[in-house]
């Protein structure tokens, strides 16, 4: 399974983001999920979804401004992040395939490379 992630960038806050993950094909019927690492702290969970059913899951703090999607034909997975703020300044990992039962674990068996998200206030 390969995953590319792609999109990040420098946005002033109260503006948008659209990350994109590649995903290889063997990652189809493979939950997915976006987490971000700041220097010196552990990797964060944002959101994840589930395949066998599309349920999705969210940080407190990615509730209601990220929204995690798919495009299947694509082989594509999205983070749609709004109202960014500066305290969302990280590099964002997609992963696929948890190790356990929880999404929210930095346990997941493929990670892609990362992609720097800025928000300047």
């Known amino acids: 399974v390969q995953l590319q992630a792609s999109g990040g960038g420098l946005v002033q806050a109260g503006n948008s983001l659209r990350l994109s993950c590649k995903y290889s094909?063997?990652?189809?019927?493979?939950?997915m999920a976006w987490f971000r690492q700041t220097s010196g702290k552990e990797r964060e969970f944002v959101a994840a979804f589930r395949w066998t059913d599309g349920e999705k899951y969210y940080s407190d703090s990615a509730k209601g401004r990220f929204t995690i999607s798919r495009d299947s034909t694509e082989e594509m997975v999205f983070l749609q992040m709004n109202n960014l703020k500066p305290e969302d300044t990280a590099v964002y990992y997609c992963a696929a395939e948890p190790r356990g039962d929880s999404y929210a674990l930095p346990q997941y068996k493929f990670w892609g490379q990362g992609t720097l998200v800025t928000v300047s206030s």
């Open positions: 094909r063997s990652a189809f019927r493979r939950s």
